[in-house]
């Protein structure tokens, strides 16, 4: 608890927020860094998603790649290509982008699987092309499954950010790395409150937005939930059954 304390009192201390390695600078690296991971593990993932959703071709192949890829360790990873490539950002980009690519692969293929082929058949009856098809039926239809891929990429990236710091001077890891090195756990805890609370913001938002993108006539088409007349079991009624009443 004493612990606790201390990582409120070092996020309270005016002295903590000012300059380039300040909390408010940490927190904007942070989250820079996530934004341009998530658009680059994007642009990779999105078009060759939606071809596979689109085809129904290497869907076999998406799933084997995305399973290895989401095998292999992050810190690993990012050692491995900072001897590559050299100490800097560019190695927790290359390590952090792998990582983002299978979440999202998977909502975009899996967004485009989720469509009525009957709303398919309809569109190609009434002489839209494919590429219609793509822009007008199958993303707005498949795009609440695609934020859902964003949003899971977007918590593994933001939480994992945190091994930037392990080979550059950027981000909130700088506050955990430096408190472990000088024994400051309050600066390591206030720095890990503030990458929980980030994720949760973020979170929040991809919440919204994926109620958001839901087409509306798909969201007026939903049959209504009748929680009364669920069959299942709601707590309470348990003693009842079990004495036969």
Do not use: C
């Not at 795009?143 to 080979?167: C, D, E, H, M, N």
């Not at 919204?208 to 299942?232: C, E, F, I, N």
Request: proline letters at 7%; hydrophobic letters at 50%; charged letters at 15%.
């Amino acid at each position: 608890m004493n612990y606790f304390t201390d990582a409120v009192a070092w996020l309270l201390d005016p002295a903590h927020y000012p300059g380039p390695t300040g909390i408010p600078a940490r927190l904007g690296e942070q989250l820079l860094f996530t934004v341009v991971t998530l658009v680059l593990a994007s642009v990779i993932a999105i078009p060759v998603g939606f071809r596979i959703g689109h085809t129904g071709r290497g869907r076999g192949i998406a799933v084997a790649t995305s399973g290895g890829l989401r095998a292999i360790p992050t810190l690993g990873l990012l050692t491995l290509v900072a001897l590559w490539i050299g100490i800097g950002l560019g190695a927790p980009y290359v390590a952090l982008t792998v990582l983002a690519i299978p979440p999202i692969l998977a909502g975009a293929y899996t967004g485009f699987e989720a469509v009525n082929r009957a709303t398919i058949d309809a569109a190609r009856a009434v002489g839209m092309t494919e590429l219609q098809i793509v822009r007008h039926v199958e993303i707005p239809l498949g795009l609440p499954l695609l934020i859902g891929g964003l949003r899971s990429a977007t918590l593994q990236v933001v939480a994992t950010a945190t091994l930037a710091a392990y080979v550059a001077d950027f981000g909130l890891g700088r506050f955990l790395f430096a408190g472990l090195k000088t024994n400051d756990y309050a600066q390591m805890l206030g720095g890990s409150i503030l990458v929980i609370l980030l994720a949760l913001v973020l979170e929040g938002l991809f919440a919204g937005l994926q109620k958001l993108v839901v087409p509306r006539g798909v969201a007026v088409g939903r049959p209504p939930v009748d929680r009364k007349a669920s069959t299942r079991r709601r707590p309470g009624m348990e003693p009842a059954i079990t004495k036969g009443i």
